[in-house]
């Protein structure tokens, strides 16, 4: 299947600072990435939708001056934390459509907020 | 309102045996519906996908069935291993309206020697 590549896998930043998470697709072009977020033993709630050239739409509840999604090119997506606080610690996932509809995740960014 | 019913929450299995979980949606204007397996720390891997317009899709040891009058959906997973040991995910999305996926909420398989 398609390659979908995130990085970092692994943060651990001070209460108030910004982290940046990447999502790649490798083999591919995605005109559409999702981000998700995952509790421990539960599912993925969506976060938002990323397209490419255009705004992010964002799913109810979700506050998108806290996270800030850029979709730079048909490859590239970004997740910006900003000001991170301790209940922002989760497991941060983004997906990528194919032409075929097919959705590929990536292995998943364990934030962690001091 | 949950779109995506997924049961059993934990299974376990014995080597060898059939695993079976179970899916029911709400919207018909689904048209696509994965499975992915995610093992703890990893991000959820496509298993295998079917369409509406066939019953059933087998891959390897992996089977979906659907039954698009009842909107169920299944997957089967034959001669079940201890590295089947996951979470799986049932999920389903409108392709028409840029796929966004709607997940079930996950059954824990546990395959016992």
């Known amino acids: 299947g398609a390659v979908v590549s995130q990085h970092p896998s692994r943060v651990i930043c001070k209460s108030g600072t910004s982290v940046k998470i990447e999502c790649r697709s490798l083999?591919?072009?995605?005109?559409?990435m999702f981000w998700y977020r995952q509790f421990p033993k539960q599912s993925l709630m969506l976060m938002a939708t990323?397209?490419?050239?255009?705004?992010?739409?964002?799913e109810q509840g979700v506050e998108k001056d806290k996270f800030l999604i850029n979709h730079a090119s048909l490859t590239l997506s970004t997740l910006t934390v900003t000001s991170a606080h301790p209940e922002d610690s989760s497991f941060y996932i983004c997906?990528?459509?194919?032409?075929?509809?097919?959705?590929?995740f990536g292995e998943g960014s364990r934030l962690t907020v001091l | 309102q949950q779109q995506v019913k997924q049961s059993p929450q934990s299974l376990i299995v014995q080597k060898g045996g059939i695993s079976i979980i179970n899916c029911a949606y709400e919207?018909?204007?689904?048209?696509?519906f994965p499975w992915y397996q995610q093992f703890p720390g990893k991000g959820p891997a496509l298993l295998i996908a079917?369409?509406?317009?066939?019953s059933e899709k087998k891959e390897g040891r992996f089977t979906i069935s659907f039954n698009k009058s009842a909107k169920q959906f299944s997957l089967h997973i034959m001669d079940s291993q201890p590295g089947d040991s996951a979470t799986y995910f049932c999920?389903?999305?409108?392709?028409?309206?840029?796929?966004?996926?709607?997940f079930g909420t996950g059954t824990r398989l546990q395959v016992t020697l």
């Open positions: 997906s990528a459509r194919t032409s075929h509809g097919e959705l590929f």
């Open positions: 083999d591919f072009q995605a005109t559409t």
């Open positions: 990323s397209n490419e050239g255009s705004k992010a739409t964002y």
């Open positions: 919207n018909t204007a689904f048209d696509y």
């Open positions: 079917i369409r509406p317009d066939v």
């Open positions: 999920a389903a999305a409108d392709t028409g309206t840029a796929s966004k996926l709607t």
